[in-house]
Structure formats: C-alpha cells, structure tokens
T-cell receptor
C-alpha cells in the first residue's frame, strides 16, 4: 500500500533521445509526486514534482505525465544529454505536514555520447 | 547560503562500535529527516524530527538506533553496536517550518562501512 514501484532499474539512451522512467503506486491518498535526481557521491536533489489535479507538468527538457485512474506517473527527459546520466527516483507523499516521502528504488540512467 | 551539511562524509567502524552521524540543516530549517540508502535501493525513511521532538520514528529499527535534534547544534543519528548490515549511505534532509514537508533538501550523505 505504501510502495512506489519504479521501472526500469537501469536505462541506456543515445544522446538526443528520449528517456522514459515509469512509476506506479497503490495508495490513493498520495497527492504529491516528486522526482529526485542523484549523481554519484551526492545527495538527491528535487528535479520536478506534480500533483494529481494536473495530467502533465513540463520544466525545460523534463516532463512528468500523470495518469490518476491508472495510478501511474512517468518522467520523460527530452533531448537527453550525457550530463543527465544519474540515478532518478520517483516518490510519493500524502503532503500532510507530518507524513513521510516514499521513494521508488531508482533508475540508473546512462546517456551515450 | 550553505546547504544541508553532513559529517563525516565517510565513516568506518568495526562491528560492535558506535557510529555517530551529524546533520546540520539549512539555515532557517527546523525539520530534519534521516534516510538510509542501500546499494541498488531507494531511500528508506528512518525518522523525522523537529527541534527537541521526534515526530515520526516509524522507519527506525527499535534497537541500537536513536536520533535527536537538540535545541542547539546538529541533529545526531546514533547507531550502537554496529553490525555489517548497517553499512549504507545515510542521508539527512531538511525543510523549513511552515513549508511543505515534501520540499526536502538533502545533504551529501555519510557513507558508513562496518568491517
């Protein structure tokens, strides 16, 4: 119920291609879905986030698509660049002040130059 | 404006020793969260603290682990009598009072190795 399932575990994309990472959740009480980017040896950094009242949010080359009925959301990285090579985590939260963030297991993305 | 600071960045302990991990939140932040990350795994929530209060410790093992966030000074995650299974990266995050808790800013982590 509290899990966030993320796939694929790893992804290799050619430079300029589209990287797509998918996540699914069960708990319909979740109302905030952030994505974090983590480079080796660093802490995760908030990349982009969405609420279930919108179906898509775009920030630069990064887009979140949200399907409330299917309880799925995905991250699309357009025109993928070698600098995008990192581990990406989807997450979910109920947004209540005292509730925790639940993270997916991560996707290790490698962009080929 | 310094970000979340954690020290030490790397910590090696022998089995049975104690590990102390420190986290200084961003300036103006009064909420601290600790997460553990195992290789090939996501971040697992451990504990959420405010100044002098533990709000949620549901993710922290009942034995050997404790956390505090005193009125003055950094937050401390303490692991007593460490075992090999405690080897992991431990991340601290902070968020401001009055802001959404999901806007958490993470530190660089402490990598604990138990030999």
């Amino acid at each position: 119920q509290q899990q966030v399932k993320q796939s694929p575990q790893s992804l290799i994309v050619q430079k300029g291609g589209i990287s797509i990472i998918n996540c699914a959740y069960e708990n319909t009480a979740f109302d905030y879905f952030p994505w974090y980017q983590q480079f080796p040896g660093k802490g995760p950094a908030l990349l982009i986030a969405i609420r279930p009242d919108v179906s898509e949010k775009k920030e630069g080359r990064f887009t979140i698509s949200f399907n409330k009925s299917a309880k799925q959301f995905s991250l699309h990285i357009m025109d993928s660049q070698p600098g995008d090579s990192a581990t990406y985590f989807c997450a979910a939260s109920i947004g209540n002040r005292d509730d925790k963030i639940i993270f997916g297991k991560g996707t290790r993305l490698h962009i080929l130059p | 404006n310094a970000g979340v600071m954690q020290n030490p960045r790397h910590l090696v302990r022998r089995r049975g020793q104690e590990a102390r991990l420190r986290c200084s939140p961003m300036k103006g932040h009064s909420h601290v969260y600790w997460y553990r990350q195992l290789p090939e795994e996501g971040l697992k929530f451990m504990v959420y603290l405010q100044k002098e209060n533990i709000i949620d410790e549901s993710g922290m093992p009942k034995e050997r682990f404790s956390a505090e966030f005193p009125k003055e000074g950094p937050s401390i995650l303490r692991i007593q009598q460490v075992v090999r299974g405690d080897s992991a990266a431990y991340f601290c995050a902070s968020s401001p009072a009055g802001g959404p808790q999901y806007e958490q800013y993470f530190g660089p982590g402490t990598r604990l190795t138990v030999t």
